[in-house]
């Protein structure tokens, strides 16, 4: 090592006063062989201390020398020191005498007997002759192990006050009160894995100690033997890994999340007064209370919309959702009250439609059964003696006519409609069954609102969308319900317009439909638009969207795409579109004003 090397202070992490005696000892030893050439008087100095290596002469603590030449190479030989080692005996015995009388003094604070310059260089340097035990203590950052660290009452301290430090001993006395509840065979185990120094009594927390006792033994004993093959090496929060790999072992009938846990008590079951439920029945009072005793949902949790829903339900409707409500598992609900909105929405919908059911069922078999006014007047429409009719009815006698004619033209309508519909909705579902079967559709592709309007829409419109879906690729479209859906709008929208065109002989009938003012306009345009097949002007369906409109807003449409150049435009239809979109907004939004300030 290089002698003349100017020494810098940031190589070592902590500064001299926060280190113990004898590593400031060993570190400001070490400073002085890294310093610049001597001096003529032989004396360094340093931050706080002036150490004399003039001297000649055999060090007599040679050991000492070469324990400190593990700092660096020393260039200062033994004899140098001989004759201050040998200056300093006396007050090194005398101090050391002292000491066993007097009380301890701090570490920081050493004073030996001798001069104020030899005062002054003790304080910062040291005892030079120290025991065994003393010259090479453990360093104050890692950790000792003992034979049995958990039933130690005393914990070597580099302090020279020999007290123990605060946080190792109450993580002794925690150990030490859990090591009592395990099993001796887990106790065991447990304590060799301290003594061979694979894990510490502070990687174990509380929690940690009570999981283990928890844990069945033979369980317990391969946890630990599973942490005595880990490497901790790598590991930062050693407590929350010796706890993950407890977790592994836990059996997999129960659960553990908390310590709390393990000393839970049953709580008796929950019972609101009767007073509070007078209000219902005593079938849904008592299911509600069943609801109540189950865990899953709390009083104070069930709130007042709650109520109000179950009031509006059925008395058995209500009552099978409560008992649907108390048999969920209480750890799978975060809301109960949303949780038992869902329950009973889902039974008001079952019985609406009941009702709607049951609704049309009666209204079907009163119009066969049907006499009053309204059925007089059909029935001398059908030419049937009416009076006939009734003396029939009132006597109990069978009457054909009165089955024959109630059921009036209106309903065979009706019910040929509805088989109609049936009929094609029928086909409309096995023609996706079928596309399903040939791997077209995936199964459920279509969601219900698709199929509802494919039912709805006329057959052979319904039937051409599916065609359409044979020869497109399915890979390249992401939503196949809105894809449909676009083709049925486009379906039923070409199908208007041609309806409304059947009526129109040329495109030329469109132009005369409009308003003579409009008309007008239209022409100073377009003038072109009328004597060409091919005009110039607006598309059918903007003209037919003109014509719909109120003649002022169609001048006012016209008066905005006179100012859009005509010939640069490549879609003038789209524009005019765009137009006649903003101008009724527009006036909607007036009209809307006007309304609520009147």
């Not at 310093?35 to 050991?63: F, H, M, R, W, Y």
């Not at 009552?319 to 929405?345: C, H, K, Y």
Request: charged share 25%; proline share 5%; with cysteine.
């Amino acid at each position: 090592m290089n002698n003349h090397f100017a020494y810098r202070s940031s190589i070592f992490k902590l500064p001299e006063k926060f280190l113990p005696p004898t590593k400031r000892r060993k570190v400001q030893l070490y400073k002085a062989s890294l310093l610049e050439p001597l001096s003529e008087n032989g004396i360094v100095q340093t931050n706080n201390t002036s150490v004399d290596t003039s001297s000649a002469g055999n060090l007599k603590d040679e050991p000492l020398l070469n324990h400190f030449r593990s700092y660096g190479d020393l260039s200062v030989s033994s004899a140098q020191f001989q004759e201050k080692t040998e200056s300093k005996q006396l007050s090194v015995e005398v101090s050391s005498r002292e000491s066993e009388v007097s009380a301890p003094l701090s570490s920081h604070t050493t004073s030996l007997q001798g001069s104020s310059q030899d005062k002054t260089e003790d304080n910062s340097i040291g005892k030079l002759y120290m025991d065994d035990n003393q010259r090479q203590p453990s360093p104050p950052y890692d950790k000792s192990i003992s034979k049995d660290p958990l039933k130690d009452k005393a914990v070597e301290s580099d302090t020279s006050s020999g007290e123990i430090p605060l946080g190792k001993l109450e993580t002794m006395e925690v150990a030490n009160h859990n090591l009592v509840e395990l099993n001796e065979e887990v106790r065991f185990q447990l304590q060799s894995l301290f003594q061979a120094g694979v894990v510490f009594p502070e990687d174990f927390d509380e929690r940690a100690f009570q999981f283990l006792a928890w844990l069945p033994v033979r369980r317990a004993i391969a946890a630990l033997t599973d942490l005595s093959e880990r490497n901790f090496s790598n590991v930062k929060k050693r407590k929350a890994f010796v706890m993950s790999v407890l977790r592994q072992y836990s059996p997999d009938d129960t659960r553990w999340s908390s310590p709390q846990k393990l000393t839970h008590e049953t709580k008796a079951p929950i019972v609101v007064p009767p007073s509070a439920l007078a209000h219902l029945p005593p079938r849904v009072a008592d299911s509600l209370q069943q609801v109540f005793a189950s865990g899953v949902c709390h009083p104070s949790k069930f709130d007042d919309l709650a109520m109000e829903v179950l009031v509006s339900l059925d008395e058995s409707d209500a009552v099978q959702a409560l008992n649907e409500f108390a048999n969920v598992d209480p750890s799978t609900v975060r809301n109960p009250s949303a949780f038992w909105m869902g329950i009973a929405r889902r039974y008001q919908i079952r019985a609406k439609k009941a009702s709607i059911h049951s609704y049309s069922s009666a209204h079907f078999q009163g119009n066969e059964n049907m006499i009053g006014p309204h059925s007089r007047k059909k029935a001398r429409s059908g030419g049937v003696d009416w009076h006939k009719q009734q003396t029939e009815h009132n006597s109990g006698l069978p009457g054909k006519a009165s089955q024959s004619v109630c059921f009036s033209s209106h309903d065979r309508f009706e019910t040929n409609r509805r088989r109609t519909h049936h009929e094609d909705s029928k086909m409309v579902i096995d023609y996706i069954e079928e596309l399903t079967r040939r791997n077209i559709l995936a199964p459920g592709a279509l969601d219900e609102k698709v199929v509802d309007t494919l039912k709805r829409i006329p057959q052979d419109d319904a039937l051409a969308v599916l065609r359409d879906l044979e020869h497109l690729d399915q890979r390249r479209i992401r939503n196949i319900s809105a894809f449909v859906t676009g083709l049925i709008r486009k379906v039923t929208n070409s199908d208007h317009l041609n309806q409304r065109l059947t009526t129109k002989t040329s495109p030329t009938n469109l132009v005369d439909e409009l308003e003579p003012r409009v008309k007008q306009r239209y022409l100073s345009l377009f003038p072109n638009s009328l004597g060409n097949e091919n005009n110039e002007g607006l598309d059918d369906r903007a003209l037919e969207a003109l014509s719909n409109l109120r003649p002022e807003l169609s001048l006012q449409v016209l008066d905005e795409l006179s100012k859009v150049d005509v010939d640069h435009s490549r879609n003038i239809s789209m524009i005019a579109m765009g137009i006649m979109r903003k101008v009724t907004q527009r006036d909607n939004h007036e009209r809307n004003v006007r309304s609520f300030k009147y």
